[in-house]
């Protein structure tokens, strides 16, 4: 369907600008997430950290798209 998030409540349309900027904060998370696959392989990596840091990491990633976003609910 397209234009689905037309029909989410709470969804705005983004500018070209906060298109290319959320564009770009994805492509950083995927670029981080593959880091972090690859510490994971790692023996000598403390694995306790490494989640930790994953998850820091995401909430950071989350917190930086919905600043663009800018949702209007909780």
Known sequence: MENQH??????????????ALMNEVK?????LGAIIDTLQSLESIDKR??????TELQQGLMAVTRS????DFF
């Open 6 to 19: 037309r029909s989410i409540k709470g969804y705005r349309e983004l500018s070209e600008d906060e298109i």
């Open 27 to 31: 492509q950083a998370g995927a670029s």
């Open 49 to 54: 950290w490494l989640a930790i840091g994953r």
């Open 68 to 71: 663009i976003a800018k949702p």
